[in-house]
């Protein structure tokens, strides 16, 4: 199928064309607007399929940029909110799912004793670094090249190899004066760096938002080991793998325990709610209330209640869900590996757990400091061949599975990326 016959394209462009009008840059979060070859408008979704207003439907692997493990229609979810919806809208209210929500928290992620709820990732990283520069009485934070933390001026530096500086224009380039970029994994390093002047090292513990990548043996060990002798706050962002790639997160499969970790995405199932959890003494500015912790939508109990649900299914259906999922990414990596080298593509794929992140332009990635060298217009032009197919991944290659993707979806997918890899082949001849 070629571009031009894909229903959705006309429509697409259609809506396009209008919400340009009304809409700064016609979406709600600019990446959306990068689709290829149209960015998709959603009409519905069910499971682990959207169809858009042509009527075309897609096998999702975007899944809301990674918070609907459950799927779109996940029925203990949208149970309990319906509930809490028909006790009205009490936002900026003390209600019992906070305890029933932190108490969760509390029984699955290794770090967390205490929970402060906010409405997104980059919320509840700015409270994270505030906590530890309160509990510190220091300000200096190392934060890791590839990494990324949100979209506040303070952090977002340093998002990939070769650039410190800011990593959006508009940005104020004096707010991260208190960051020290460093390279993700290179422990020999850190130690040289890490004084008593430091507040805070805050790190994806899996390079999940870089491409899908492990730590190398021993790093995150070796981070909490330095941290804890100099006094050092450590911060987990496991917005991305907290509840994806395990019940615990990635600090449970690694065994190592931060001070802090900051949720998000999964926790919520689909709706808007973070948070940051961590030990009693960690979270000491904020459970003495010393330090001022504000927002009119934290804690909201239609988000408490879909975190509730969700946390609670994956509790009680771990067994299955994460094996299957796990499974099932790794069936569909090794079949686009063997595809790509078949046709002689230059194409990798790097997966961890229920993750998946293609790139063109090189056959193997190794690391971050590969970044540089992949081709994102490929990238891009390669998920536009895949939605053309049926199959939608976030623009730039990454792909989620869900606990609803089916194996006849996994059936599906591989048929795409089988048709989309000949097609890209074919240009390159």
Not at 187 to 194: F, G, I, P, R, T
Not at 241 to 246: A, E, I, Q, S
Not at 343 to 357: E, K, M
Not at 362 to 367: A, F, K, S
Request: charged share 20%; with cysteine.
């Amino acid at each position: 199928m070629t571009t031009t016959q894909a229903p959705f394209v006309a429509p697409a462009l259609d809506y396009r064309a209008r919400a340009l009008k009304s809409v700064a840059f016609g979406v709600s979060s600019t990446p959306r607007g990068r689709q290829l070859p149209a960015p998709v408008v959603v009409d519905r979704a069910e499971g682990a399929h959207v169809w858009d207003i042509s009527g075309s439907r897609f096998v999702d692997y975007a899944l809301g940029y990674g918070p609907l493990i459950l799927g779109h229609t996940p029925a203990p979810v949208l149970a309990r909110v319906r509930a809490e919806l028909d006790r009205g809208l009490r936002t900026a209210t003390v209600h019992k799912g906070e305890a029933e929500l932190g108490e969760l928290i509390a029984d699955t992620l290794p770090s967390a004793e205490l929970s402060a709820f906010v409405s997104s990732g980059s919320e509840a990283i700015q409270l994270a670094l505030r906590i530890a520069r309160a509990s510190t009485g220091r300000t200096k934070v190392v934060k890791f090249r590839g990494n990324y933390h949100g979209w506040f001026d303070n952090i977002q530096v340093a998002g990939t190899p070769g650039n410190d500086g800011a990593d959006a224009i508009g940005q104020d380039p004096g707010a991260a004066a208190s960051v020290v970029p460093m390279d993700w994994g290179d422990l020999a390093a850190l130690e040289a760096e890490l004084t008593t002047d430091f507040a805070a090292v805050i790190l994806e513990p899996v390079a999940v938002n870089g491409g899908c990548f492990m730590p190398p043996e021993g790093f995150l060990q070796g981070v909490r080991d330095l941290t804890r002798k100099l006094g050092i706050v450590l911060i987990f962002d496991e917005v991305i793998t907290g509840y994806r790639l395990d019940l615990g997160g990635a600090q449970r499969l690694a065994g190592v325990t931060p001070d802090l970790t900051v949720i998000g995405k999964a926790m919520g199932a689909g709706f808007p709610i973070s948070a940051v959890a961590g030990t009693q003494a960690a979270m000491e500015p904020v459970s003495s209330g010393r330090l001022l912790h504000r927002g009119t939508f934290n804690g909201n109990p239609v988000s408490v209640g879909a975190a509730c649900a969700c946390i609670a299914h994956l509790r009680d259906n771990a067994t299955t869900i994460y094996p299957g999922m796990d499974t099932q990414a790794a069936d569909l990596a090794a079949h686009i590996r063997a595809t790509a080298d078949a046709a002689d593509l230059p194409l990798s794929v790097a997966r961890t757990g229920s993750a998946l992140q293609i790139f063109m332009g090189l056959r193997e990635l190794t690391g971050l400091s590969d970044l540089p060298r992949i081709d994102r217009d490929a990238t891009m032009a390669f998920t536009g061949d895949l939605l053309v197919n049926g199959v939608q991944a976030i623009s730039r290659g990454l792909m989620y599975l869900s606990a609803a993707h089916t194996d006849d979806d996994i059936a599906v997918t591989k048929d795409a990326f089988t048709r989309a890899i000949a097609g890209a082949a074919a240009r390159l001849d």
